[in-house]
DNA sequence: AGATAATCGAGACGGTACGTCGCGTCTTTTC
DNA sequence: GAAAAGACGCGACGTACCGTCTCGATTATCT
């Protein structure tokens, strides 16, 4: 049977476990991280963490879901499309611009990128939630109705992705600024909220 | 650890390597790929690997280099932009959809994230060209003064390589028109050419 | 940690068990038997394995001690000393020239090589009353008082032991004779029983 | 190529792991002996061992060979048979009531059931010079012809190695000696030298 | 007969050693 | 002196068992 029962799972190994993946990304970084260390750090066995994970990748990826779980993704609906882009936006170019989170997800883009399964994880349970939450957000706005949503907001996303991946050029506020322009022209500027 | 004589060295050599490293990355993926393997399919040994490049993301580059480095860039210039963005954003958005060319693709991005000076070489050698020969156009199709190019060539190529990496939605040529009707809007389509 | 209750022991898994690490030393031989493999074997749990033996070595003693406690020891006493031994050590030699019941043999004495207090109960139990059934017949058989009957008998099966363990020659009936011939010249042939 | 090149084999490997394996031998015991441990010891990798020999069995064998395959293994021929062969009778008895090296005998004994090719090695590299020898020094001290010396040599040494195995009696001088003055009646002690 | 308590099957757990794989270096021989 | 070949030190890998543990479900005695 090497199937093993969810229902026997011990909750503490698990939590353990996703804590020391955690701690061990800080002080070291992924690159030098290995399940051995992940499990003598957490007081577990190696042979717990590949009975309910892939490898590596897949308890980075958990914990990291299990940091972001947390919190409330609906956008601000102040009335004004513009200016609630463009807190977002400067939000994600801020994450994507700090080295520490940027090291952790480009390397699980380096799994995503080899493994589909694992791609699927990443876009629906990370990615997901925050790209229809901006498409909420402009349905709400008054886009016109001849625009595709789900192309439009790739059209906000994918820059920045593309600029952070090829470092083509540099993740500022004013860049965040300059895009949302763009993008506000794309979807025709005369919505107001 | 004198530094070697580029002038003695086997160019025999150096081709079956990038030959043996091209072969094998399409049979196997870059993340099963190893310097051992390369060396024997080349019949090298693995110091000559090592003497002569970083490691297996620098032979993996220089293989790909190799493959991709030839051809013209340039766009047409119809005098419709819009026809003519539609063209380049159709075969790249083809390229990504193709399995086999997004292999070789999907290894080079791997490098870009794995490495910074990968980086480097990519955007400049490989990237920045292309992105140069459509910003060029857009320069002569007429694009207002106020759009900052860069970000709007990256409004085009970003949404392309979203979509491709985390896999949003599909890579169709419908998708490419849609595409580049919002880019068209974006910058402005007054512009005529 | 209270320790278990024999009068509540289960006997049908008690007989399972031993049956099942039988049929796993036939099939497996020693080394690669496991206390896992005989649980599931038997439909126990570890748990009871480990609560009423020692471990494997223990289970492995007593499921063989299972098969083997049966059966009269005695020699024939015909009259002739050499007859009578030449019988019982062809047939030991047939036992040891024999790869199925030397199987077992060869478990057991891992047993003994490996554990103090194991090689204890074998040779009580198991070895004794052979070697004592030899002796006696060697006690009626008339042999001088100086010799020593342990080391006789002794004399006997130690170079059965020794070949078979160490295969330095073929455990043939004519083997066996000429043992015999030589041990009666030992202890003095002119001994008639 | 799974077939490594003897010749090109580091002795000074070779040496520091049968070094390690010695040193081990004597400060922990044979059943905690890993080979991880005299890799680490010797300064070795674990592959180094894992190239050469087949596990911590053949690794603990080639050692012993290695200490023992110094010294003239001819046996003295004072002229006076039963005095020789109580020298090496006794001495052979000593070393099995040796506890340490006892230790290790056993242990590779344990191997030597299991492990025909094990069996082998025991056999002709280890033993073989030591039955010959007194098989040679039987021959010179005049057995008659009728004597099976294959079957005599047995005759010491089975005993032996019945005792020590199944712990039957005591591993003493006397016990030697009574052994001696058995094994010669058998042999004919008319003989001389 | 129902309550009480220990045994049972099952298998997850922390741990240790395993034997393998790939890295990047070093050594030997050939060209 | 570069190159082919591949042994080497190293260290992470993922697996196999160990012996302990926890969890209901079953007995089997004892009120």
Tied chains: 1, 2, 3, 4.
């Excluded at 701690?23 to 070291?28: G, N, R, S, V």
């Excluded at 590596?56 to 993704?73: H, I, R, Y």
């Excluded at 102040?78 to 989170?101: I, Q």
């Excluded at 799994?111 to 349970?125: H, I, K, N, P, Q």
């Amino acid at each position: 049977m090497p199937t093993p029962d969810p229902a026997r799972r011990n909750e503490r190994s698990r939590r353990a476990i996703l804590d020391a993946t955690r701690a061990l990304l800080d002080e070291t970084g992924y690159a030098e991280l290995t399940v051995g260390a992940i499990a003598a750090r957490a007081g577990a066995g190696k042979q717990t963490i590949y009975r309910w994970w892939g490898g590596k990748s897949a308890v980075v990826l958990d914990a990291l879901f299990d940091t972001v779980a947390t919190g409330d993704v609906a956008l601000p609906d102040t009335g004004d499309l513009r200016a609630d882009l463009r807190l977002v936006v400067r939000a994600t170019v801020a994450e994507f611009a700090d080295p520490r989170l940027s090291a952790t997800t480009r390397a699980l883009t380096v799994e995503t990128l080899s493994d589909e399964t694992m791609a699927g994880e990443v876009r629906d349970r990370l990615l997901r939630p925050q790209l229809d939450a901006v498409k909420d957000r402009l349905r709400a706005g008054g886009v016109p109705a001849d625009v595709d949503l789900d192309v439009a907001v790739e059209l906000i996303f994918g820059p920045i992705y593309h600029r952070w991946l090829l470092r083509t050029g540099p993740l500022t506020e004013d860049y965040a600024d300059r895009l949302v322009d763009l993008v506000m022209a794309a979807i025709g500027d005369r919505a107001s909220g």
